[in-house]
């Protein structure tokens, strides 16, 4: 069965950081690119940071570049999204997906699955 279960989630200050976790089971994971997406209530899906499946290389989106960072440890069958700097615009539900195939980092493939979203609230 194939899971993607994100955590990492919570209220934090302006300025302050989280890291995102993203722990997939179910599928060969090294043969997966993976992105971090995002919903703000209203608003449509964005994709946040991609990184591709075998070279290490990342997307990230103009709104987060510089602030955030994508990375995945294949031993572990995780990718983390460490996000600081964090602003109010970064309030959403971030989901991690999956996508079959070696690929090349962006968050505009046909993502194959995805988890249930953890909440990230930026806000004093």
């Known amino acids: 069965q194939v899971q993607l279960v994100e955590s990492g989630g919570g209220l934090v200050q302006p300025g302050g950081s989280l890291r995102l976790s993203c722990a997939a089971s179910?599928?060969?994971?090294?043969?997966?690119?993976i992105g971090w997406f995002r919903q703000a209530p209203g608003k449509e899906r964005e994709g946040v940071s991609c990184?591709?499946?075998?070279?290490?290389?990342?997307y990230y989106a103009d709104s987060v570049k510089g602030r955030f960072t994508i990375s995945r440890d294949n031993a572990k069958n995780t990718v983390y999204l460490q996000m600081n700097s964090l602003k109010p615009e970064d309030t959403a539900v971030y989901y991690c997906?999956?996508?079959?195939?070696?690929?090349?980092?962006?968050?505009?493939?046909?993502?194959?699955?995805w988890g249930q979203g953890t909440q990230v609230t930026v806000s004093s």
């Open positions: 997906a999956a996508v079959y195939g070696f690929l090349r980092a962006s968050c505009s493939y046909e993502y194959n699955y």
């Open positions: 179910g599928f060969t994971f090294d043969y997966y690119a």
């Open positions: 990184i591709s499946t075998s070279d290490g290389a990342t």
